[in-house]
């Protein structure tokens, strides 16, 4: 499988572009994620700001990018750590100035280290400045004693702070070609990868096991890294939402719930199946996943131009009130468990959910009154989201029925929204309840 390579430059100009458009006569700033320490001089693995990936593609540590709406230069300026043979030596080679330079369209690059004493004076003639507040800590108190006077505004630095995600997420919101060819990936190398963990299932002796193979099998077929913690999740253990695999024992009978994505340079795939252990669904278990499929089913049809997510969530949860009263989960008509929302107690998250350059994307806010949040925005073509119904029957759960205490069966596709519908990028992962069971027992090859 060919492993794409990131996305050309004058695609970044072009964001970069859009960004400087909205900022006239103000200023804004994106800023790396700090490095966390893991013990003494070790390291978690580095995962850049999603903003300042979007606008630059660089995953490098200790970098800034600031943007002057001005109609003078320099109007984007590039902080990053310069080149340092001995550090390099230990913590592997960096970018540096130079060429930094040489492949990035900005009007100016200069060393991070200079960012306190520069930051200052770019800002000085500039009322208003996008920034998001929480990504660096360190970085948000430096800005804040600038702002801060005892007696009066300052003059001669912003006085109103706007958060940047604010400028990014109606751009990141509707993904571009080079996105979606991204996207398309990593949700083939999720699908292959998934295919073939799940006809090896009997050979894998726990849940940390099985979770540890399919990320090999990311990385094998060209993943990145992970778009989020898999969750593997046995018996009873997928009744919890977001369940950190352990050294379970995965045993015949049982089901397992599997939770996971590649990520290709930056975009995440996001697919959930679940799997059962002995290769095929007891009665209880084959009742559970078919009512969680047709919810499925049911939300991919209704995703389509012109449609909200939250229109989706209850298209979803109406099917799902339907199975609950159906199978008498809870004694009561369809209507009513939807009206007073007791199916809430076994489904209790969303339909789905955006998917980018996070496993859960940013959405805009329509900044009207009232505001609208993303959920109640109108898909356009270009849009991707998630959609995953469950259902999760707590096993101390006495008032539903013994034979369903303890399952958690979720179901999730990856969709990309087109002018004609919808596209279901990873619909190549077998779903419905026979293939699931042939992949278990070897018949689907």
């Not at 300042?52 to 709406?69: D, F, N, R």
């Not at 200079?114 to 200052?120: D, F, G």
């Not at 913690?229 to 049982?254: M, N, R």
């Not at 109108?378 to 008032?399: A, C, H, I, Q, R």
Request: contains cysteine.
């Amino acid at each position: 499988m060919k492993h794409n390579s990131k996305i050309p430059e004058n695609i970044y100009a072009k964001r970069r572009a859009q960004i400087l458009a909205q900022i006239k006569g103000e200023a804004a700033l994106f800023c790396a994620l700090p490095e966390k320490g893991r013990e003494r001089d070790m390291y978690y693995e580095f995962q850049q700001d999603a903003n300042l990936y979007y606008l630059t593609g660089i995953e490098e540590p200790q970098t800034a990018l600031l943007m002057l709406g001005s109609n003078t230069k320099p109007r984007s300026i590039l902080f990053l750590r310069e080149k340092d043979p001995y550090k390099e030596q230990w913590q592997g080679v960096r970018l540096g100035l130079k060429i930094a330079k040489a492949q990035i369209k900005v009007d100016l690059v200069l060393d991070i280290a200079s960012l306190k004493t520069e930051l200052p004076k770019f800002l000085a003639p500039y009322p208003c400045l996008h920034y998001t507040p929480g990504v660096d800590v360190k970085l948000d108190q430096f800005i804040l004693s600038l702002a801060q006077t005892l007696n009066a505004p300052r003059c001669n630095f912003p006085s109103a702070f706007v958060d940047a995600r604010l400028l990014t997420a109606p751009l990141r919101w509707v993904k571009d070609k080079e996105e979606i060819k991204r996207l398309k990936q990593a949700a083939a190398i999720t699908a292959i990868s998934f295919y073939e963990v799940g006809i090896n299932l009997r050979n894998f002796a726990t849940e940390l096991h099985c979770a540890k193979a399919l990320e090999e099998k990311f990385y094998k077929y060209g993943a990145t890294r992970l778009a989020f913690p898999s969750i593997v999740a046995a018996a009873d253990h997928a009744t919890y939402l977001h369940h950190v695999p352990q050294k379970t024992p995965l045993k015949s009978g049982g089901l397992v719930l599997i939770d996971a994505g590649a990520n290709v340079n930056g975009y995440c795939a996001d697919v959930t199946r679940t799997f059962p252990l002995s290769g095929k669904f007891s009665k209880p278990q084959a009742q559970i996943y078919q009512a969680v499929y047709r919810a499925l089913q049911t939300g991919i049809k209704k995703a389509r131009p012109g449609v909200t997510m939250s229109m989706i969530h209850q298209a979803v949860v109406k099917d799902i009130c339907a199975s609950l009263a159906v199978l008498k989960i809870i004694k009561s008509s369809a209507a009513k468990i939807e009206k007073d929302k007791s199916y809430q107690r076994y489904f209790m998250h969303r339909a789905g959910h955006w998917l980018g350059l996070e496993a859960h994307d940013i959405s805009p806010i329509v900044t009207s009154f009232p505001q609208v949040h993303g959920y109640d925005l109108k898909l356009v073509p270009g849009n991707v989201l998630t959609m995953e119904p469950g259902l999760y029957f707590d096993p101390g759960d006495k008032s539903v029925p013994q034979e369903y205490r303890g399952l958690g069966i979720r179901l999730e596709e990856d969709i990309l929204i087109t002018k004609a519908g919808r596209d279901v990028l990873t619909d190549c992962i077998p779903i419905k309840l026979t293939d699931i069971e042939n992949i278990c027992t070897g018949r689907l090859l």
